[in-house]
């Protein structure tokens, strides 16, 4: 069974860090880009960052631009999402994703996480 779950979310203070990490179990994800969403309540998913499949390229969402870092470990199947200067816009819950080359849409993702909740509070 595939499986993607994501950890290290929390309740941080604003300006504060969080760093996420997502692991895979059930086959290996070194092929396949791999994606980080979010969602608001009320809102729809939205996307937050990408890298491919060596980690050589990464796309971020002008939103979290210059305050999120994404990287991977292929050799232990994760990726991980730090995020610096959070401020309370940046509540939602955090998904992982997979996909076989990295896009912004979420509907290029084949594999999805449960997510974990991120709160930034004021």
């Known amino acids: 069974q595939v499986q993607l779950v994501e950890s290290g979310g929390g309740l941080v203070q604003a300006g504060g860090s969080l760093r996420l990490s997502c692991a895979a179990s059930?086959?290996?994800?070194?092929?396949?880009?791999r994606g980080w969403f979010r969602q608001a309540p009320g809102k729809e998913r939205e996307f937050v960052a990408a890298?491919?499949?060596?980690?050589?390229?990464?796309y971020f969402a002008d939103s979290v631009k210059g305050r999120f870092t994404i990287s991977r470990d292929n050799a232990k199947n994760t990726v991980t999402l730090q995020m610096n200067s959070l401020t309370p816009e940046d509540t939602a819950v955090y998904y992982c994703?997979?996909?076989?080359?990295?896009?912004?849409?979420?509907?290029?993702?084949?594999?999805w996480g449960q997510g974990t909740q991120v709160t930034v509070s004021s």
């Open positions: 059930g086959r290996t994800f070194s092929t396949y880009a």
């Open positions: 994703a997979a996909a076989r080359s990295m896009r912004a849409k979420a509907g290029g993702y084949d594999y």
């Open positions: 890298i491919n499949w060596s980690g050589g390229d990464t």
